[in-house]
């Protein structure tokens, strides 16, 4: 089992994510938080995650670009996929950690691909 963090606000993303992961990757386990507190409170009670997936538009308290920052400096030295919108530095994110990006505007089932395929460079 892999044991993946999903950090968006988008509850209709979140939603449609959670379903396509029960049916494309059942080998997942996915928790989910809404905000960058919660995500934080995740990372910080969960260990040994194989994979964040982190909204990089998610811009309160911190933005993406802090918080993948923040991760490695906690010495997270896992996978981050960031997905983002148009409109969004997708480049600059890369720069600051993470390791792939995905657009997610292409819809959950993009995003899920982009991430089972970093899982399985992982291993």
């Keep these: ?4 963090l999903l950090i968006e606000d988008n509850e209709m993303f ?20 809404e905000s960058i507190w919660d995500g934080r409170a995740l990372m910080d009670t969960h260990k040994d995650w194989d994979l964040v997936i982190l ?4 811009n309160a308290p911190l933005d993406g670009l802090e918080l993948i920052e923040e991760l490695r400096t906690w010495n997270y030295e896992g ?3 960031t997905i983002a919108g148009t409109g969004t530095d997708r480049q ?10 995905a657009d997610k505007t292409l819809g959950p089932s993009k995003v899920i691909e982009k ?3 970093i899982l399985a460079r992982a291993t």
């Design 79 to 81: 996978p981050i996929l």
């Design 92 to 101: 600059k994110m890369l720069e600051f950690g993470a390791t792939d990006e």
């Design 115 to 117: 991430a089972l395929e």
């Design 55 to 58: 909204d990089g538009s998610i």
């Design 14 to 33: 979140v939603k449609a994510f959670k379903a396509l992961t029960k049916h494309k990757a059942p080998e997942i386990i996915l928790l989910t938080a």
């Design 1 to 4: 089992m892999k044991k993946v």
